[in-house]
């Protein structure tokens, strides 16, 4: 898959960018990612189950070689795709890779078999938030002290009858 990206200085550039599963060497760039994107680390050690188990849903955005984002998405036994974790290296965020990668998760995850695709997001990450929404996807309940250090996550849902896929 090849998007567009905006450099740093505000130019829009044609440059490519790969959305690919992830490999066991490309872990180490998903963590550093992870801890440069969140206060709470999952231990390396998630990374590699979830690898294992969930091989094409794990997947990175790839741009010169460079590991710059990441997502994990997995189906659960009642059906339901659930998104564990996405995030992008803080010196590319803004240029829709984030959007790539939630469109591909969600697109691999229905065509498993989703019925529906929930996640958890912070009621203080509004770019997250707006990034969902404009997804179709739907705050469902407010989760108390969801997180270590006592704030409150949203939990989304999107239907996967709903989804009708963005390009």
């Not at 309940?141 to 239907?159: F, H, Q, T, V, W």
């Amino acid at each position: 898959m090849s998007i567009s990206i905006r450099q740093g200085d505000g130019r829009i550039a044609l440059v490519m960018v790969s959305i690919r599963p992830v490999k066991l060497f490309d872990i180490p760039e998903v963590v550093r990612i992870e801890r440069e994107s969140f206060n709470e680390e999952y231990p390396r050690g998630v990374f590699l189950a979830f690898l294992e188990n969930n091989p094409s849903t794990f997947l990175v955005a790839e741009y010169n070689g460079r590991i710059i984002g990441y997502v994990m998405g997995y189906l659960r036994p009642d059906m339901e795709g659930h998104i564990m974790s996405i995030a992008v290296d803080p010196k590319y965020r803004g240029n829709g890779i984030g959007s790539a990668l939630l469109n591909e998760v969600i697109e691999r995850l229905v065509n498993e078999g989703a019925r529906y695709i929930g996640l958890e997001v912070r009621v203080s990450n509004e770019n997250a938030i707006r990034l969902y929404e404009s997804f179709g996807f739907r705050k469902i309940k407010r989760i108390i002290a969801y997180y270590s250090d006592g704030e409150d996550a949203y939990y989304m849902l999107l239907p996967a009858e709903e989804w009708g896929g963005r390009n």
